[in-house]
């Protein structure tokens, strides 16, 4: 069974930091690319970042190039998701996932409960 388990949440001043992590298990790291993924009050679930587990690229939406960073520490079976210079409409309940390298949700068959970040002007 893949469990995944977000933390890092919070309230944050704007262009503040705050680092996601995601917890998963070895088979998780190894089988499965990992994505982050984000869901605003009111609005569809939007594709943030992913991380292949293949050759460890790596792809942003645009929203997010430049500020956000995604990561694994294969060492601890954590994803990461570094985000600075947040704006309040970074404000959502961030997700990770597991599954296909895409930045199609349904293409990941598992996801976490999700962490809240608010982000406060």
């Known amino acids: 069974q893949v469990q995944l388990v977000e933390s890092g949440g919070g309230l944050v001043q704007a262009v503040g930091s705050l680092r996601l992590s995601c917890s998963a298990s070895?088979?998780?790291?190894?089988?499965?690319?990992l994505g982050w993924f984000r869901q605003a009050p009111g609005k569809e679930r939007d594709f943030v970042a992913a991380?292949?587990?293949?050759?460890?690229?790596?792809y942003y939406a645009q929203f997010v190039k430049g500020r956000f960073t995604i990561s694994r520490d294969n060492h601890k079976n954590k994803l990461y998701l570094q985000m600075n210079s947040l704006t309040p409409e970074d404000t959502a309940v961030y997700y990770c996932?597991?599954?296909?390298?895409?930045?199609?949700?349904?293409?990941?068959?598992?996801w976490g409960q999700g962490t809240q970040v608010t982000v406060s002007s």
């Open positions: 991380s292949s587990m293949i050759d460890n690229s790596t």
């Open positions: 996932a597991a599954g296909r390298y895409s930045v199609k949700d349904h293409a990941y068959d598992y």
């Open positions: 070895v088979r998780t790291f190894t089988t499965y690319a």
